[in-house]
């Protein structure tokens, strides 16, 4: 399946992340500030250290395990779409107190994830959903009263600068190790149109307004990602 027809039709990329889950740690791992930057973003939800919290789109762990390290004693479910990536998941070390699914994050009822959350964090994730404005509903009904949530998510769409800077990355290093390590995917190629498509932070930010969030707030990464991936927080009113 090709980049553009990926673009089309949404429901298509957990299949996708089926094809590149056994080598998607690796190919993380090349990029400096991954796992750094996911805890950064689990530390800005500010959450008690026995909070209820979602990882949705939870992939192989890796968001997963940033939420633990940062909150000791909280209960996480992960939920993602992918089955590779969930199996990947699960043959990984965590606490008891962890658990992984397969689920829809545009169905989290059926998922059996309606909460309520103390925090939801979501990685990578909003910009492949079908319809971005049903998810937000969803999310902001199955949080807590006051309940956190947190958007990791790349967003270049207002600066020149920064959508150029992720297009020679993309282009250079991420669709290339893409190819190399999965070949039979064009998901990289669709994840670098994903991120220059998706909303620029502003707009964002006023989407998350739209749909009855407060205390919406952004902060950004280091390095070559700065401007580039943020953590997009704001909450449910209490």
């Known amino acids: 399946m090709k980049a553009h027809e990926i673009v089309a039709d949404r429901r298509q990329v957990p299949l996708e992340f089926d094809q590149v889950a056994h080598r998607y740690d690796f190919l993380t791992a090349l990029n400096p500030g991954y796992r750094k930057h996911l805890r ?119 600066s020149l600068w920064t959508r150029s800077l992720w297009n020679a990355v993309a282009l250079s290093v991420i669709v290339p190790f893409g190819r190399a390590t999965s070949p039979g995917s064009d998901i990289y190629r669709y994840l670098r149109q994903s991120v220059v498509r998706f909303d620029g932070v502003k707009a964002f930010e006023s989407r998350l307004r739209r749909h009855g969030f407060t205390g919406v707030r952004t902060e950004t990464m280091d390095g070559w990602q700065r401007g580039i991936v943020h953590s997009f927080i704001a909450r449910r009113p209490a």
Request: contains cysteine; negative net charge.
């Open 40 to 158: 950064w973003s689990a530390e800005r939800m500010g959450l008690p250290s026995h909070a209820r919290i979602l990882d949705l789109c939870c992939g192989t762990g890796l968001s997963t395990r940033a939420l633990i390290e940062t909150y000791p004693d909280a209960i996480v479910e992960g939920i993602d779409g992918s089955h590779a990536m969930i199996a990947h998941a699960r043959r990984k070390s965590f606490p008891t107190r962890v658990s992984f699914r397969v689920g829809d994050a545009m169905n989290l009822r059926g998922a059996g994830a309606e909460g309520p959350w103390d925090g939801i964090l979501m990685a990578y994730g909003i910009r492949n959903m079908p319809d971005i404005d049903e998810c937000l509903a969803q999310i902001l009904t199955c949080l807590a009263p006051g309940g956190v949530v947190c958007f990791h998510e790349y967003s270049v769409a207002d």
